[in-house]
């Protein structure tokens, strides 16, 4: 529905008048003429078709309605100012803007975010979540994670993650009617898909010999996060990145039915201008993040190593 509202000069007219009680004092605030505002609160004034002020020969005074009209605009007012310092209070170029792939974001950034700012109180950290992975802007984002091959012109690309894939769903699917035992058996199971993906349920059921599971079959989503939740209600078979299950499979809410983890080359990069980032704290947080998936990778590659 259309909003009603009159032009926001007019209000601020209006306020800075009742503040005052004179419109060349509002004059002077506003940096007009006083026959401006005077034009400009009778314009509102003929809009709400009610007198907001009783004019005297060398004063104002609010009529009834004013009085109950200004706490509105003044609330509207600082309310106002309010959000717009919370989101354009600092300049751009003070805060140290990270842009992710919201997948990551959940299950691998966001866990680890308090440690960096423990590390840097003072900095100041916007994160920006991404689906598609549109092109960077360096007047919007500092770093950028994106998935991919690695290949990205005019960006240096530092390696974040080595993702293996296998099948991740819920629990109850480990029994029921149709139990995933073996890997043909998911033939009996929607198999869900993450769009934006090259590699995927094909190369996966090609390397456990699944060949009389259709890799095509089952349903598509733009994001990991709603293939996992459609995943640990029992609604199909996702297939898990490394760097994306971790977190759902240490909770329970998704399990890994079988042991075959097949290596991809699509990865998690960390992105950044080719020329410099522009902003002085970038190199802390792009190395924190190296640091955070290097040790990851180890910790993974030593627990692939224990016997089972």
């Not at 139990?179 to 869900?192: C, I, N």
């Not at 190369?203 to 349903?219: E, F, T, V, Y």
């Not at 990145?241 to 399990?255: A, D, I, N, P, W």
């Not at 704290?281 to 089972?308: C, F, G, I, S």
């Amino acid at each position: 529905m259309t909003r009603q509202l009159p032009p926001l000069n007019w209000l601020r007219a209006f306020e800075a008048s009742a503040r005052h009680l004179s419109f060349t004092q509002a004059a002077a605030e506003l940096h007009l003429t006083q026959a401006a505002i005077s034009k400009q609160v009778k314009l509102l004034e003929l809009y709400l078709r009610e007198s907001l002020f009783i004019r005297n020969p060398r004063s104002l005074e609010l009529t009834k309605t004013g009085e109950a009209y200004l706490p509105k605009v003044r609330d509207s007012f600082d309310r106002l100012a309010a959000g717009t310092h919370e989101v354009f209070g600092r300049r751009r170029s003070e805060i140290l803007t990270l842009r992710c792939a919201v997948g990551l974001s959940v299950n691998w950034l966001g866990p680890r975010l308090s440690r960096f700012m423990e590390l840097h109180p003072g900095l100041l950290v916007r994160v920006v979540s991404s689906v598609w992975g549109e092109e960077f802007d360096k007047g919007r984002f500092d770093l950028d994670i994106r998935y991919g091959a690695g290949h990205w012109p005019g960006l240096d690309a530092t390696r974040l993650t080595w993702e293996t894939l296998t099948p991740v769903c819920a629990p109850a699917l480990m029994e029921g009617d149709a139990p995933l035992r073996q890997p043909s058996d998911l033939k009996a199971h929607p198999l869900l898909h993450i769009l934006g993906y090259e590699e995927g349920w094909g190369i996966w059921l090609n390397a456990a010999g699944a060949s009389d599971a259709d890799s095509g079959q089952g349903l598509h989503f733009d994001t990991s996060l709603i293939a996992f939740e459609v995943a640990a209600t029992g609604g199909g078979v996702a297939l898990g990145r490394t760097s994306m299950t971790q977190k759902e499979l240490e909770s329970g809410r998704l399990v890994a039915p079988f042991d075959l983890r097949v290596p991809i080359d699509e990865a998690f990069y960390l992105l950044s201008p080719s020329d410099g980032s522009a902003h002085p704290d970038a190199h802390r947080l792009r190395d924190w993040l190296v640091a955070e998936a290097h040790a990851d990778n180890a910790t993974m590659k030593q627990a692939r190593a224990l016997p089972a």
